[in-house]
Structure formats: C-alpha cells, structure tokens
C-alpha cells in the first residue's frame, strides 16, 4: 500500500507541476525545457526529504530514484 502511494504522490505531483510550468513557464524559462525544470525540483525534493526524515529507508529512495531513469529514458528519445 505504501508503494502504491508513493507512486501516486510521483505521478500526481509530477503532472500538476508540469502544467503549472507548461501555463507559466514559456515567460519565465527560455533556455530549459519545462520536463528539465520540473524533474530537478523532483528530484531535489525527494533526496532533501529522504535525508531528514527518520521513516523514509533506503527502498523508498531507490524507489524514487526509478523516477530519474524514467526522466534520462524520455529525455533521449
């Protein structure tokens, strides 16, 4: 169940921030893509996240860090 949620929180996050900075973003950021922007700020949250919090163990952070080869895979294509 926490998987599952961990992986809906990801999902969910990731596609709200991508249509604020898709709405948004064309003004404010002209040299990076806005999938670039959002996927640092993602990932950069998480390891912050999962270096101050005592419950989150190392699958978590594994786990999550599926999410950048995820952004490495669509990056190249």
Same mark, same amino acid.
């Given at each position: 169940m926490?998987?599952m949620?961990?992986?809906?929180?990801l999902?969910t996050g990731?596609? &709200? %921030?991508f249509l604020?900075v898709?709405?948004a973003?064309k003004? *404010?950021i002209?040299? @990076?893509?806005p999938?670039?922007?959002i996927?640092a700020?993602?990932l950069?949250? &998480? %390891?912050?996240?999962?270096l101050?919090d005592?419950?989150?163990h *190392?699958?978590?952070? @594994?786990?999550?860090?599926?999410?950048?080869?995820?952004y490495y895979c669509?990056?190249?294509?």
């Open positions: 926490k998987w949620h961990l992986t809906v929180e999902v990731f596609m &709200l %921030l604020i898709k709405v973003g003004k *404010l002209h040299q @990076i893509s999938f670039t922007f996927s700020l993602v950069g949250e &998480l %390891l912050g996240n999962a101050y005592d419950h989150i *190392l699958w978590y952070i @594994i786990y999550s860090n599926h999410y950048g080869e995820r669509l990056s190249n294509t």
